[in-house]
């Protein structure tokens, strides 16, 4: 999900920089969890995040969120929504986190925060149609190359086993069609 560079520009001069803190998360950490309240906005600094559900001793990777996106599920909601997620790191990470409240002071022009949210909200719905779209698609060997296409080089920083949660396959099936060379 490009475009947190749009908030950027849009909150400059708006004491947003000075309202924004700094995570450090180590592969492996967690930066939300499954049942926590949503109210802040996440930008990925660097590093790589996984967004994934999970149900007993199931796993569901929903996305990916590489340097350059933001997190945002149930942000709209003001911290009144709690997360049906976990969103780990799957690499040395560091993401700026601006809460709901600074969207919520007297000072901000109501036209910047009509623009932000809009933006914000197209961006969330592509994010939403391109997992559709990799979903969508007949064959496992269709939904790779719509991924690798969409996401040049991510997939190799990202551990089979959740690359198959994603595409909902086994970790057996990517290494049999990597021996076969058809990935």
Do not use: C
């Amino acid at each position: 999900m490009k475009g947190f560079d749009f908030v950027f520009r849009k909150l400059t001069g708006l004491e947003a920089d000075s309202s924004m803190d700094t995570i450090s998360l180590k592969r492996g950490q967690s930066l939300i969890v499954q049942g926590q309240l949503l109210n802040n906005l996440f930008w990925v600094a660097s590093g790589l995040l996984r967004e994934y559900h999970e149900n007993g001793d199931e796993e569901f990777t929903n996305s990916f969120i590489a340097e350059g996106n933001y997190y945002l599920t149930g942000f709209y909601f003001g911290g009144k929504i709690k997360s049906s997620f976990t969103v780990e790191a799957l690499e040395e990470s560091r993401i700026l986190v601006l809460s709901m409240d600074f969207f919520q002071q007297d000072f901000l022009p109501p036209q910047v925060l009509l623009d932000v949210f809009k933006e914000v909200s197209t961006i969330k719905y592509q994010h939403n149609l391109q997992w559709k779209l990799i979903n969508g698609k007949k064959t496992f060997l269709d939904r790779w190359e719509y991924f690798k296409q969409t996401n040049p080089g991510l997939w190799v920083r990202i551990p089979q086993k959740h690359l198959a949660t994603y595409f909902n396959v086994t970790p057996q099936y990517i290494s049999q069609l990597k021996a076969r060379r058809k990935l």
